[in-house]
T-cell receptor, first 112, second 112 residues
Framework: DVKVTQSSRYLVKRTGEKVFLECVQD?????MFWYRQDPGLGLRLIYF???????EKGDIPEGYSVSREKKERFSLILESASTNQTSMYLC???????????FGQGTRLTVV | AQSVTQPDIHITVSEGASLELRCNYS??????LFWYVQSPGQGLQLLLK??????LVQGIKGFEAEFKRSQSSFNLRKPSVHWSDAAEYFC??????????FGTGTQLKVEL
């Protein structure tokens, strides 16, 4: 089975902190995605990566950056956390264009 | 730009009744379409997908969906709902450029 693992289930950070969310997949997938999920807004794409060191902005990239130094790992970075970034963050991976994405369990981030 | 609309935020059905969840997409070419389900506290699980061919696709847990190009729709159906089907359902479209876009979700409640 495909496994997508997010490093934390719950995280509490202070406003202004630099926050790293880590995601690892074990199936050699080319594509990796970061979404945030908020009630009534569904899943909104922050960034995605289709290869090592390659990234593209999604629909809401402001305030975020990403890093993909190795194929299996995709990190989401909040340069200076703000309270409006309190949310559930979901990582996903897929083997190639247009196959289904497999999701991690999510990280619930609270910024205080 | 690609987009997905799920017009029903909440739906309540009685156990044993039939179910249809609506999904409309916007994309210039033939899209790749997906339905995912998220149970409380769980990650997203793929129910079914449409890439090409037969416009009626079968998925897991007794779900099916029909792709209608003329209506830009990909509605999810189940003939007889079980209490365990209560969850949030997301429709998604994959268009150009590796991007996977989700709708805002439909929350399904099942009355016993």
């Amino acid at each position: 089975d495909v496994k997508v693992t997010q490093s934390s289930r719950y995280l509490v950070k202070r406003t202004g902190e630099k926050v790293f969310l880590e995601c690892v997949q074990d199936m050699d997938h080319e594509n990796m995605f970061w979404y945030r999920q908020d009630p009534g807004l569904g899943l909104r794409l922050i960034y995605f990566s289709y290869d090592v060191k390659m990234k593209e902005k999604g629909d809401i990239p402001e305030g975020y950056s990403v890093s993909r130094e190795k194929k299996e790992r995709f990190s989401l970075i909040l340069e200076s956390a703000s309270t409006n970034q309190t949310s559930m963050y979901l990582c996903a991976s897929s083997s190639k264009l247009y196959t289904e994405a497999f999701f991690g369990q999510g990280t619930r981030l609270t910024v205080v | 730009a690609q987009s997905v609309t799920q017009p029903d935020i909440h739906i309540t059905v009685s156990e044993g009744a039939s179910l249809e969840l609506r999904c409309n997409y916007s994309y210039g070419a033939t899209p790749y379409l997906f339905w995912y389900v998220q149970s409380p506290g769980q990650g997203l699980q793929l129910l079914l997908k449409y890439f090409s061919g037969d416009t009626l696709v079968q998925g897991i847990k007794g779900f099916e969906a029909e792709f209608k190009r003329s209506q830009s729709s990909f509605n999810l159906r189940k003939p007889s709902v079980h209490w365990s089907d209560a969850a949030e359902y997301f429709c998604a479209v994959a268009g150009g450029g590796n991007k996977l876009t989700f709708g805002t979700g439909t929350q399904l409640k099942v009355e016993l």
